[in-house]
């Protein structure tokens, strides 16, 4: 395997970090969609806006034991402030 220069390694390293975010985002709306159908616009722009993979994972998280959508979207404006 060739030798990266630092910057080489970095930009890998980020791509990664990135691919890893989108792949959270998309996993937490397809759950959202699963469980409660279509979801507003207002909400996927909130998911989008996210950047931290944690949260984003927590939020999935809650989703899960949310029983409705109206009861999971405090926790997204939270999220979001």
Known sequence: ?????????NA?????????FEE????????LQEKFG???????????ALNDVALV???RKQARNADSLSDWI???REAGK
């Open 38 to 48: 279509t979801i507003p616009t207002e909400i996927m722009d909130a998911i989008h």
């Open 57 to 59: 994972r927590r939020l």
């Open 12 to 20: 890998m390293d980020k791509g990664r970090l990135e691919g890893k």
């Open 74 to 76: 405090p926790y997204i």
């Open 24 to 31: 959270a985002q998309i996993s937490l709306l397809d759950d």
């Open 1 to 9: 395997m060739p030798v990266l220069a630092p910057f080489e390694q």
